[in-house]
């Protein structure tokens, strides 16, 4: 004897599938997004006519899908591994999803720093930012501190005296 499936049963199933499909969907589009951790770099450092240097710095936000409001920056510069002088800003700047914005700090460097970068003349140097970047998710979101440990390296501008990016 052969028996069929009843319809009751076929309906459940689908509904279930439906269901699972759903919430699957459901967890890709939600409001609940992560800010992905961002990133900042020194775009371009000046030394002044007065000592002070001055660093446009570059916020980086990854997240695909938030902007960000950064609140500030708290880190140590180093050239070369000698302390250069300490970045504090607050840009209040609000980035959209995957873009980025620059703000500028002025400060006194610390002479390591300063000798390093004399004695770089006209060639690239490595530099390091390391503190903590506070940026809240949207215009609004309350910040957020992030651990900032940003490398790479600047060279002097050809033809342009005491800029380097």
């Not at 499909?21 to 990133?39: D, M, N």
């Not at 500030?72 to 209040?92: E, F, N, Q, Y």
């Amino acid at each position: 004897m052969i028996t069929r499936p009843s319809h009751t049963l076929s309906r459940a199933l689908l509904v279930l599938g439906l269901a699972g499909t759903t919430l699957a969907l459901a967890g890709c589009f939600g409001a609940g997004t992560k800010l992905q951790p961002p990133a900042a770099s020194i775009q371009q450092l000046t030394v002044n006519s007065d000592g002070t240097w001055s660093a446009v710095v570059r916020f980086q936000n990854y997240s695909y899908d938030t902007g960000m409001h950064v609140y500030s920056i708290d880190a140590a510069l180093t050239l070369d591994g000698r302390p250069a002088g300490h970045v504090a800003l607050s840009p209040a700047l609000d980035i959209p999803a995957m873009d980025a914005d620059i703000a500028t700090a002025s400060f006194k460097p610390d002479a390591p720093g300063a000798a390093a970068l004399a004695a770089a003349k006209r060639n690239a140097i490595q530099y390091e930012l390391k503190g903590t970047l506070s940026v809240g998710k949207g215009e609004k979101g309350g910040a957020q501190p992030f651990k900032l440990d940003g490398k790479g390296y600047i060279s002097p501008v050809p033809g342009v005296s005491n800029i380097w990016r």
